[in-house]
């Protein structure tokens, strides 16, 4: 399996540019999770899924941040208007069912100048 | 509120130093303990999941132990290839989506 794929690697950005995080988790999973990882907070959970459906936003920092999961295979997170704040790497990660192992992918990482 | 917390924060050890790393834990009731190892630049890789405690589980030179309150990594005669950022995370049982709470990790250094 190719493992959890993510997209763009990298973004550099503008405040106040749109981003937009791409996300395909391991086929079969039904869970899926969005982190974010800075130096100063460590990992941070912002939004799970499960069977496409959210299940908990709590750690979504604000209403600028918004997620998707139209189908299986596939899920966004997107900021809008973006903050030099959002700067960090952003992680998506898959789990077969919810109380399994999470299967990360390599991360998006975020700069907004 | 669940916490989490690893120590060392870092720790250095030549090549065959065998040392162990912490994570003690505060949940209602643990579903599970996870160890993951991450590299620079990488997203975290799965190592072991614990469930109950006295329940030990190994992996080439890594041993994860789990009592009630802590778990342990022991890493034995270190190689420099397992230089990583190691991350526990904890599942509580009160959570019913498998949500995880992560320690800020221990930075380890392995020099030939």
């Known amino acids: 399996d190719a493992g959890v794929i993510q997209s763009p690697r990298h973004e550099v950005t503008e405040m106040g540019q749109e981003v937009t995080l791409r996300c395909k988790p391991i086929?079969?999973?039904?869970?899926l999770f969005w982190y974010r990882q800075t130096m100063m907070r460590g990992l941070e959970l912002l939004i799970y899924?499960?069977?496409?459906?959210?299940?908990?936003d709590s750690g979504m920092p604000e209403d600028r941040f918004s997620a998707k999961m139209p189908n299986a295979s596939f899920s966004t997170l997107k900021i809008q208007p973006s903050e030099p704040r959002d700067s960090a790497v952003y992680f998506c990660?898959?789990?077969?069912?919810?109380?399994?192992?999470?299967?990360f992918g390599p991360g998006t990482r975020l700069t907004v100048t | 509120e669940d916490q989490v917390t690893q120590s060392p924060e870092a720790l250095r050890l030549q090549e065959g130093e065998s040392s162990s790393l912490n994570c003690s834990y505060t949940v209602s009731g643990l579903r599970g303990l996870f160890w993951y190892r991450q590299d620079p630049g990488k997203g975290p890789e799965f190592l072991f999941t614990l469930y109950s405690a006295g329940e030990e589980k190994e992996k080439e030179r890594l041993k994860a132990t789990l009592t009630k309150k802590e778990s342990f990594l022991h890493i034995t005669a270190p190689k420099p290839e397992d230089s990583a950022t190691y991350l526990c995370a904890v599942q509580d049982g009160t959570d019913s989506w498998g949500k995880l709470q992560f320690g800020a990790g221990t930075q380890v250094v392995v020099t030939p």
């Open positions: 086929s079969g999973h039904n869970s």
């Open positions: 899924f499960n069977n496409n459906v959210p299940i908990d």
């Open positions: 990660a898959s789990s077969l069912r919810p109380h399994y192992e999470q299967y």
